[in-house]
């Protein structure tokens, strides 16, 4: 079975440019929520979506903003951005909710490496 | 904020048995343990949770105490591949509930050497 796959793996924007990022979730995944790493921050929450709607948000700004397909794949989005927003991407899938706990496990991608020159 | 304090870093001999501790002492009685590790530039990889029983799998076991408020992730024999921060994270799991909102902490850097 394949895994989460995210593309591009490395992008260079400037400042004040936007970007979209895509995640596809493992086949039969239908959650997916996105994580923003940076050195000083660590591993830090941006959102999840479940069935095409935001089910949870972590704090980051509005410039940040996700959607989710039928099809469970997923974009973020970062308008205006700023040199802090260079980070690595993740997004990680896991199954629907309901299933056994096990269902729980979220998977990662190997992330997308934004630099904003 | 982390629920959980690991030590920062340690190290350990290849072939050994590498044993990551973890304290989470205000961990609720719904909340599971779960690990994760991260290799240089790479996703965090998902390696074992539990609730209160002790948990063995392909990659590890993990050890929780009677109390639930430490745990270790034992590595039973470490190759240069173990290599990594592994991440000790609590959660609550619900049914139909959000599952997506993992929070890490600064995790331990392990170290195995030859």
């Known amino acids: 079975k394949a895994g989460v796959t995210q593309t591009p793996r490395y992008l260079i924007k400037t400042r004040g440019q936007q970007v979209t990022l895509s995640c596809s979730p493992i086949?039969?995944?239908?959650?997916v929520s996105w994580y923003q790493q940076t050195p000083g921050q660590g591993l830090q929450f941006l959102f999840e979506y479940f069935s095409e709607t935001q089910r949870n948000k972590g704090n980051f700004p509005g410039r940040f903003s996700g959607r989710q397909f039928s099809n469970s794949r997923s974009e973020m989005n970062v308008s205006t951005l700023e040199l802090g927003d260079s980070a690595l991407y993740l997004c990680?899938?896991?199954?629907?909710?309901?299933?056994?706990?096990?269902?729980?496990?979220?998977?990662f991608g190997p992330g997308t490496r934004l630099t904003v020159t | 904020d982390a629920k959980t304090t690991q030590p920062p870093s340690m190290d350990c001999a290849e072939g050994r048995a590498a044993n990551l501790p973890c304290n989470h002492s205000?961990?609720?009685?719904?909340?599971?343990v779960y690990w994760y590790r991260q290799i240089h530039s790479q996703g965090p990889q998902y390696i074992i949770h539990?609730?209160?029983n002790n948990e063995t799998n392909e990659m590890a076991s993990l050890i929780i105490t009677e109390d639930r408020k430490s745990s270790t992730l034992i590595l039973p024999h470490a190759t240069l591949r173990d290599t990594a921060v592994y991440y000790c994270?609590?959660?609550?799991?619900?049914?139909?509930?959000?599952?997506?909102?993992?929070?890490f902490g600064k995790g331990t850097k392990l170290s195995v050497k030859p």
């Open positions: 994270i609590v959660r609550v799991v619900v049914n139909g509930g959000s599952q997506g909102n993992l929070i």
């Open positions: 205000t961990i609720s009685g719904n909340e599971y």
């Open positions: 086949s039969g995944h239908r959650s």
């Open positions: 539990g609730l209160k």
């Open positions: 990680a899938s896991s199954l629907e909710p309901g299933r056994s706990l096990t269902s729980y496990e979220q998977y």
